[in-house]
Every structure is written in structure tokens, then in C-alpha cells.
T-cell receptor, first 116, second 114 residues
Framework: DAGITQSPRHKVTETGTPVTLRCHQT?????MYWYRQDPGHGLRLIHY???????DKGEVSDGYSVSRSKTEDFLLTLESATSSQTSVYFC???????????????FGPGTRLTVL | DQQVKQNSPSLSVQEGRISILNCDYT??????FLWYKKYPAEGPTFLIS?????DKNEDGRFTVFLNKSAKHLSLHIVPSQPGDSAVYFC?????????????FGSGTQLTVLP
């Protein structure tokens, strides 16, 4: 299994509070991603990173920010949590193969976030 | 509008028989397709992939078929085993871009009955 951990694994918070989720990898992969999984929607990309301090928005980025100050850590922040952000959040990593071919993403175990 | 669609939310199959999971896509720029399996309370795990230059890829009991003209792919599992019971997601990525973002379908819950 790829060395990816997420913390916390479960969190309950109240509307309006800030929340930070952490993804940590030991694979030294360049690319990191944050997804949310909701019933009927599969996994939707929130933000991704293509290197230290290099990040970009995904499909559902509103209300979220990210930071990557080290290769191994990718943080997802909800500045002011809302009930619509109740979800399961997954981090993923990937690396470009030699020759620039496509690559698979490997996922962490997930964080279940409940916003009351 | 969903670019990757899995129209069957659930599928039940008898142990030992074939499971066929289907996926349709609308974006002609997708050039790489993947299947992931997900057990409850775990992250998705990569299962098998196929490039758009191929129409079939096999890995043990798992085979993925790609029909580019129909914008359709399918995952065949033969023979199905109870341990295959999980949610299966298809995903696609687009030509160009360095980060190879994936677009996922909504998933199909496969139940293999003993």
C-alpha cells in the first residue's frame, strides 16, 4: 500500500468554525489531490498540487483552500465550515511515469467530517 | 453535467458467474480510463486501467473493454467472488495537463452472493 495517512480520521464540528485536514505521504510523489465523496456524486476534485507551493482549483473548490509547504504534506482548510461540507474527504497522490505516460492515483483512508 | 456516468447504482451477481459493470463518458478528450474498487470505511484502490489506444486490457480475473465510438467502457470480473463485493468507480483523465486530474463516475455497488 502507498504510504498515505490522513488526520483526523473523524471530526465533528460546528457551522462557522475553521477546520484543517492533513494528508501526509511517505512516497515522495509530486502530485497530491483532495477529493470529497458524496452519495450520487462519486468523488469530486476540490484542489490539487503539482509541487511544493504549486496548487490549483478543482471542480468544487469554493469554500476550501489548500497549502503545500513540504512535498510530504498537503493541507485542506475549510475557513468557515458549513453543513454542505459534511462529507468524506480523500487525499490521493500520483507520480508521472518515465516518458511522461499516464499514472494512477493512490488514495488515503479518508476523513469523515460532520458539520452541525 | 456529469462527464462520466455509471447508470447502474447496484448490481447483484451469483458467486462464480460474470459481473459486468458499465460506464459511459461524454468528453472526447478523455484518453485514459481507470477502475477503482472501494470497501466501506476505506479509500478507493486502483484496480485496472486502459489507454485509449487499446480496446481491451486484462489482469487476472479483471478485464476492461473500451469502445471509443460508443464512448463506453466496461469491467468484467470472471469468476465473481464474495470478496469482490464493493463499490466500483470508473474514472477518466484528459489529454494534456501535468496533474492528470481524474473525473469519476458515481459508482456501482456490486454484491456477489455466495
Amino acid at each position: 500500500d502507498a504510504g498515505i495517512t490522513q488526520s483526523p480520521r473523524h471530526k465533528v464540528t460546528e457551522t462557522g468554525t475553521p477546520v484543517t485536514l492533513r494528508c501526509h505521504q511517505t512516497e515522495n510523489h509530486r502530485y497530491m489531490y483532495w477529493y470529497r465523496q458524496d452519495p450520487g456524486h462519486g468523488l469530486r476534485l476540490i484542489h490539487y498540487s503539482y509541487g511544493v507551493k504549486d496548487t490549483d482549483k478543482g471542480e468544487v473548490s469554493d469554500g476550501y483552500s489548500v497549502s503545500r509547504s513540504k512535498t510530504e504534506d498537503f493541507l485542506l482548510t475549510l475557513e468557515s465550515a458549513t453543513s454542505s461540507q459534511t462529507s468524506v474527504y480523500f487525499c490521493a497522490i500520483s507520480e508521472r511515469k518515465a516518458g511522461g505516460s499516464n499514472n494512477e492515483q493512490f488514495f488515503g483512508p479518508g476523513t469523515r467530517l460532520t458539520v452541525l | 453535467d456529469q462527464q462520466v456516468k455509471q447508470n447502474s447504482p447496484s448490481l447483484s451477481v451469483q458467486e462464480g458467474r460474470i459481473s459486468i459493470l458499465n460506464c459511459d463518458y461524454t468528453n472526447s478528450m478523455f484518453d485514459y480510463f481507470l477502475w477503482y474498487k472501494k470497501y466501506p470505511a476505506e479509500g478507493p484502490t486502483f484496480l485496472i486501467s486502459i489507454s485509449s489506444i487499446k480496446d481491451k486490457n486484462e489482469d487476472g480475473r479483471f478485464t476492461v473493454f473500451l469502445n471509443k465510438s460508443a464512448k463506453h467502457l466496461s469491467l468484467h470480473i470472471v469468476p465473481s467472488q464474495p470478496g469482490d463485493s464493493a463499490v466500483y468507480f470508473c474514472a477518466a483523465s484528459e489529454v494534456g495537463g501535468s496533474a492528470r486530474q481524474l473525473t469519476f463516475g458515481s459508482g456501482t455497488q456490486l454484491t456477489v452472493l455466495p
